[in-house]
């Protein structure tokens, strides 16, 4: 449910939750519903439904030297209570639930958890406890400062209320578990904030194994447990809760030489609540496991055993340790804090559908998940998803991250280097580019051949971090290896033969992100190939080379040219196989897998597929115009609509992966309005859902002026993660926290009508619906949010700087521009208002707001 607050989860729906808590790159550790602190992915991998047993806030309240009541700061845990299906000795399935969740100990009747990503907070209630309590937790999401959105730290503030006539002393206290055994715990106070570190004596320095956790609280009058009770059977967690429900502090403790086992600690601070008055005690978790090694691929596996398999993250180049982390944190926490909020409330001012201002601000978390890397030197990696303990599909895969739109406009430098990556590593001499990156960088590439997708999407991408930098050097420093890919399509040496004629049409063995090939042509990668003609044709004219443009540019329209004419049926585009003609596999090795049926496998034919104008897509959010017909593409998107979305999923037949069922709605992968056009054995994931393809056909649509079947197809997806049947902050696809969610992001431009081009210092805002508007908007130097109010338009720059040049709106005539209050010059072309001169923003000096009064004709 929608709140002002955020998106709030009660009861069963909270079940599911685990809200991820961590850095770009650094790990993450995950809130639970009820308040718990579950799925420890701090290892330099991921760790799914794992707990660090014992690990919790708990709270108690004192009046006159006498305990009110005491509770573990969690509620309900929700059911199953059987016992984790995995059995661990005396423990799992059979064995009831862990006791090292803390359930077993008094805790609140009553919570509620809601989440407006990057905070989330729990709300506890019980009638026994006398006050309100609540959890907010957060860590650092500031849109172009990518250094302070990858700390390896969760940071925490415990909020009391009291309502009594009476002071009331409340405690907050954090237990945390060394996940790395018993070394001796560090304790240091410095500048007002007291530290507990916890150490690994296990492990040398350099071992990929190695780490050490910090919780801190910025408390002079903190104390700390170094060690709970040691003994046998249940000594431990009775005697730490018999000790903490009695009045007072925690008794010191600490073992010189702990026995074996993971040791627990707390830190505990005492406020002094006044009748009717509001304390707080904030806490950071943080982590350095500094040491990364290629665990799924190692390097030298099949070869040279000494070749390097290892390398830094990039946070252990920047902190020394947990301590030093939590240090800065504290140091910076009320900016931090500031900085972030100010992005959520920039964000969620935005006047966008629920389900859909959901799906953005939730998927920005995967960034915080361990499908995210940052390497030593601070470049971007990224997996596709997460395995429960390891990553999934590795090597920033081109033709999935293609989809991901929440990275390059709010860390553009990041994606930046993702593209520096895959041109120094993954292009091979024939300018044939693996869709893989191998790590550690350097490595050899992966032999497997290229995707069509994914080759061109890398030109695609090139241009739109040209448009949104406006950086003529760094696309000078691409450009080579642009025209690299670009003459790949017709290369003697591309033994897939994509288009050896340079028909501007692919018609060979096209590789795609569906895991297999198509043959012949189809407007789904021709549509990529298309593309990236018309942008590598304008970032070449742009860099003065003439002749190469016209080159490409006339490729483009005689390949538009023929699809238009080959391979649109009147209703949608398709693709164009004889699936009885074997023969045509003839031309290509290793084609076993595709026979069989008395068809060639695996192909599209005559089927909407969800991707038939996505090339369409990537152009309508990067600014490179029209690919298909227009008209076209918007009958195609009406036919995915018709077609492929899915209003209940029990008469549906898929046998593929299951994301969506029972009386769940989704938009499938592609479907055959005549059944009897279907292949046998179709293109692979045909008739699932995937959330990512479904993001982009929705925002496409509303694009395209299909605003409620755009909704309706986001809402779909976001019904699906409600908290009672799917976490809200963990798409599946190839597992979890999938990359591909953040096409997600694509729905907040389309509402917007956001147009971009860095190169003119222009921007452009165009909502999807009419009447009062707002949103937020990042690009490049700086960001804010945008507003229309009846016939004024507002631009706010909240964070970094901004030249602005021009800007795009949907109005015909201009009146007036004020610049922080006063008038300044423009001109006014084609609906673009041109500044003269040019607008140097720059927020928080009073010269960060552009107001446009405007008459509607």
């Known amino acids: 449910m929608k709140t002002k607050q955020g998106f709030r989860y009660e009861g069963e729906f909270s079940r599911e939750i685990s809200f991820p808590l961590g850095g770009i790159g650094a790990g993450c550790v995950g809130l639970a519903g009820n308040g718990r602190l579950v799925d420890f992915e701090i290892f330099n991998r991921p760790n799914k439904n794992s707990v660090n047993g014992f690990t919790h806030f708990a709270v108690k309240a004192e009046k006159g030297g006498e305990v009110l009541d005491a509770r573990v700061l969690h509620g309900d845990l929700m059911a199953p209570y059987s016992g984790a299906a995995n059995t661990d000795g005396f423990g799992g399935f059979g064995f009831g639930v862990n006791r090292s969740t803390m359930a077993g100990l008094p805790h609140f009747e009553r919570c509620s958890f809601t989440a407006a990503y990057p905070f989330a907070r729990v709300d506890f209630q019980d009638r026994r406890f006398p006050g309100e309590v609540a959890l907010e937790a957060f860590s650092p999401l500031i849109p172009l400062n990518d250094k302070d959105s990858s700390i390896p730290a969760a940071f925490f503030e415990i909020a009391f209320f009291n309502p009594t006539g009476s002071e009331i002393t409340y405690t907050a206290a954090f237990s945390l578990t060394n996940p790395r055994g018993t070394a001796p715990v560090a304790v240091s106070r410095k500048n007002g904030v007291c530290y507990m570190f916890l150490d690994d004596e296990g492990n040398a320095r350099s071992s990929p194994d190695y780490g050490n956790l910090c919780t801190a609280a910025d408390s002079n009058g903190a104390t700390v447990q170094a060690h709970w009770l040691q003994g046998s059977w249940f000594d431990s967690l009775s005697t730490f809760w018999r000790e903490f429900a009695s009045p007072g502090s925690l008794p010191e403790r600490e073992y010189d030489e702990p026995a074996g086992g993971n040791a627990t600690s707390t830190l505990s601070v005492r406020l002094q609540a006044a009748p009717g008055g509001s304390v707080k005690a904030r806490f950071v978790l943080a982590w350095s496991f500094p040491n990364c090694v290629n665990y799924w691929n190692p390097a030298g596996k099949n070869g040279d055993p000494n070749a390097a398999n290892g390398w830094r993250n990039y946070y252990a180049t920047v902190f020394k340790d947990a301590e030093h982390t939590a240090a800065y944190c504290f140091k910076h926490f009320g900016r931090l ?17 629920d389900c859909v201002l959901d799906a953005v601000s939730a998927n920005i978390s995967i960034l915080k998940t361990p499908t995210c ?3 030593e030197d601070g470049s971007f990696y990224g997996f596709e998803g997460c395995h429960c303990d390891a990553g999934c599909c590795e090597g920033s895969c081109t033709h999935v991250w293609n989809y991901a739109y929440a990275l390059p406009f709010l860390f553009p430098a990041l994606e930046r280097s993702m593209r520096e990556l895959d ?11 693996s869709f893989r990156l191998q790590l550690p960088p350097g490595r050899q590439r992966s032999a497997f051949r290229p995707c069509a997708d994914g080759h061109f999407g890398g030109v695609i991408k090139v241009y739109r971090e040209w448009k949104i930098s406006g950086d003529r050097a760094w696309l000078a420093s691409m450009w080579p290896f642009v025209k690299r890919n670009m003459q790949y399509a017709w290369s003697p040496a591309n033994p897939d033969r994509w288009d050896p004629e340079k028909t501007g049409v692919l018609h060979g063995r096209q590789h795609h992100t569906l895991d297999m090939e198509l ?21 070449g004219r742009y860099l003065g080379e003439g002749d190469t443009a016209a080159e490409y540019e006339a490729l483009f329209e005689k390949g538009r040219n023929w699809v238009e004419d080959n391979l649109f049926n ?24 595709y026979r069989g049926c008395g068809e060639i496998k695996y192909q599209i034919g005559e089927g909407s597929a969800i991707d038939q104008v996505l090339a369409q897509w990537h152009a309508d959010n990067i600014g490179l115009g029209d690919i298909f017909d227009r008209t076209r593409v918007r009958k195609a998107l009406r036919a995915v609509y018709r077609y492929n979305f899915k209003r209940d999923m029990r008469s549906h ?16 992968i592609c ?4 059944l009897t056009k279907k292949p046998a054995i179709p293109v692979p994931y045909s008739e699932e859902t995937m959330h990512g393809f479904e993001y982009q056909a929705a925002s496409h649509m509303i694009r395209n002026g299909m605003v409620a079947q755009g909704t309706r197809l986001i809402k779909a997806v976001r019904g699906r993660y409600d908290g009672r049947r799917r976490n809200p902050f963990n798409e599946f696809e190839c597992g979890s926290n999938y990359a591909r969610s953040m096409a997600s992001y694509a729905a907040l431009l389309a509402f917007s009508g ?9 921007l452009g805002f165009s909502p999807a619906v009419r009447g009062d508007f707002r949103c937020f908007w990042c690009l490049g130097t700086g960001w804010g949010t945008f507003e229309i109010s009846g016939t004024r338009a507002v631009l706010r720059l909240l964070y970094g700087t901004f030249t602005l040049r021009r800007i795009r709106l949907p109005f015909a005539r201009v009146l007036a521009v004020r610049v922080a209050g006063g008038d300044t010059g423009f001109d006014c072309e084609d609906r673009v208002v041109v500044m003269q001169p040019a607008v140097s923003l720059a927020a928080g000096n009073g010269n960060d707001t552009v107001e446009i009064d405007m008459v509607e004709e």
């Open 337 to 353: 804090r500031a900085e972030t909020l100010m992005f959520k409330d920039a964000l969620f001012s935005s006047t966008l559908p």
């Open 570 to 593: 009147g209703t949608f585009y398709y693709q164009k196989i004889d699936l009885r003609d074997l023969s045509m596999l003839d031309a290509y090795e290793d084609t076993g897998a």
């Open 754 to 762: 956001f147009t971009f081009d860095m190169t003119a210092g222009e």
């Open 653 to 668: 037949a898929n046998p593929c992966r299951i994301y969506c069922l029972n009386d769940e709605q989704g938009t499938v």
């Open 373 to 375: 890397l940052r390497l």
């Open 423 to 433: 041109y120094r590593y993954n292009i091979n001499e024939n300018g044939g580019m």
């Open 519 to 539: 043959f012949g042509p189809n407007s789904w990668l021709t549509g990529f190939y298309l593309a990236a003609l018309k942008a590598a044709a304008e970032m």
């Open 671 to 674: 479907e055959w309005p005549d």
